[in-house]
């Protein structure tokens, strides 16, 4: 049969198609497709703001207040909505056109920046209550608007390039976390924060247009009008669900595993005014070095999208993750350490792009908006416990101490997963489609 267009329906997918990239360079097969440009490119145009309005925001809380207290209560009233909304948020791209819902909370996340450009006009620079409204709202429109558009991208590109389609839109966001906030400190010099707030709702303006010539993009047996109760019910039913998928719970259990124990941005203020003191940029550096690392891996992701065996690969890619924290734990210069830390980078990356397509492909298509809240809650809130871990450690047993205890406790129990769940490390991406039908059958049965 001739492939048909997902956005040009009877329309022939454009052909011939050339062969499939075979190297290292970063796997660009799935842009070939139009429908997931539109995806894509919705990604793109908003990283950027987005990143920028993290940096603008708690900048303009600390302008404010004077208080750096203040500026960490900022991050709590920022993860509360994404937590609930992220789950509530699965739940409903699972009961709707997640066409639809894109659009509908890509428009309201630009009508929320252009609030916040507004109030930042405002005589006295804003306000302190009405910054965190907004805050708020945008960490919520955030937290629906992910799990739709991940969901979509195997019934959009197919499961053969699901994971070049992540590697594509993780690559993207890497190089967002960096050029963002160097960009918005540019911006900031200026002295008017509304530019910022501005680019951001001109992103996410530019989404909506693209993401309007997608076709609607139902779930699996989902037809008429979203129903509020449904979908409230439909958490539920997630964890449910997930608790009689041995392999996608573990793809979450590993990340916390990972972050818990040795996410390590809390100590590198102390560091910089220690160790690395000698270094006047030494903070800018440890905060850049993940990123850096991420953005080389995506680049020369191209080997990612082809494996198959893609349980051991996350297994190993978050053993590398914690070699490398133990590398930076004991790091005495900052070269080394911002060397560890891009190693740790590379490991995330590999992992996220074939944990997030374990999720895409292994999940029956009404589950996955479900999944993605799940995985956007865990993306979101393991750092943070990770945050409070190694301040709690470097504060009774030093820096250095938390940094390769956590690294050796990850490498421990990426071992005891792999014998203790045997059908996590043997799960291969060919048999996703059945692991998903047989899901399909016990919900069904049940």
């Known amino acids: 049969m001739t492939p048909v267009d997902p956005v040009e329906p009877g329309g022939p997918v454009e052909e011939p198609q050339p062969p499939r990239r075979r190297g290292w360079a970063l796997d660009t097969t799935p842009l070939r497709n139009r429908a997931f440009r539109r995806v894509f490119g919705g990604v793109a145009v908003t990283m950027l703001g987005q990143q920028m309005t993290l940096v603008a925001v708690p900048y303009q809380v600390y302008e404010l207040t004077g208080s750096s207290l203040m500026v960490g209560l900022t991050s709590v009233v920022a993860l509360v909505p994404l937590v609930v909304f992220g789950l509530l948020g699965g739940a409903i791209a699972d009961a709707m056109d997640r066409r639809r819902l894109m659009i509908i909370t890509s428009v309201g996340a630009a009508v929320t920046s252009a609030l916040l450009a507004v109030q930042a006009l405002l005589p006295g620079d804003g306000h302190l209550s009405v910054l965190w409204l907004l805050a708020a709202a945008v960490s919520a429109f955030a937290a629906v608007n992910q799990p739709a558009r991940s969901a979509v991208i195997p019934a959009i590109v197919g499961p053969d390039d699901v994971a070049a389609a992540n590697a594509l839109a993780m690559t993207v966001r890497s190089a967002g976390v960096i050029v963002g906030p160097l960009l918005a400190g540019l911006l900031i010099g200026l002295g008017d924060l509304s530019i910022l707030y501005t680019v951001d709702a ?7 247009l693209l993401l309007r010539g997608l076709p609607p993009l139902p ?11 449904a979908a409230v019910r439909g958490v539920g039913e997630g964890f449910s669900f997930l608790r009689t998928q ?3 719970l573990m793809t979450f259990v590993v990340d916390v595993i990972a972050m818990l124990f040795a996410w390590p941005q809390a100590v590198f203020p102390e560091l910089s005014q220690t160790t690395y003191a000698g270094n006047a940029n030494s903070l800018g550096w440890l905060f850049a070095g993940v990123s850096i690392g991420s953005l080389l891996m ?3 992701s191209g080997w990612v999208s082809r494996v198959d065996r893609q349980g051991a690969v996350v297994l190993a890619a978050i053993a590398v993750w914690g070699v490398a924290i133990i590398g930076f734990g004991l790091a005495s210069t900052l070269w080394v350490a911002v060397l560890c830390l891009a190693v740790a980078g590379a490991g995330d990356m590999v992992s996220a792009v074939l944990r997030s397509s374990m999720l895409q492909t292994a999940a029956p298509d009404e589950m996955r908006g479900r999944m993605q809240g799940v995985f956007i809650v865990v993306v979101a809130g393991g750092p943070r416990l990770g945050d409070l871990r190694a301040g709690v450690m470097a504060s009774s047993v030093g820096v250095s101490a938390a940094m390769w205890s956590g690294g050796i406790v990850i490498v421990v129990a990426m071992a005891v997963v792999a014998v203790a769940v045997p059908s996590f490390w043997l799960f291969r991406a060919s048999q996703a ?3 998903a039908d047989a899901a ?3 919900m069904s049965a049940g």
Do not use: E, Q, Y
Not at 202 to 208: K, R
């Open 219 to 229: 779930p699996a047996g989902v037809s008429g009008p979203l129903r509020p109760g």
């Open 298 to 300: 995506g680049l020369t």
């Open 440 to 442: 399909r059958k016990r």
């Open 202 to 208: 001109i992103g996410f303006l530019l989404a909506v």
């Open 246 to 248: 041995p392999v996608l």
């Open 433 to 435: 489609d059945d692991l």
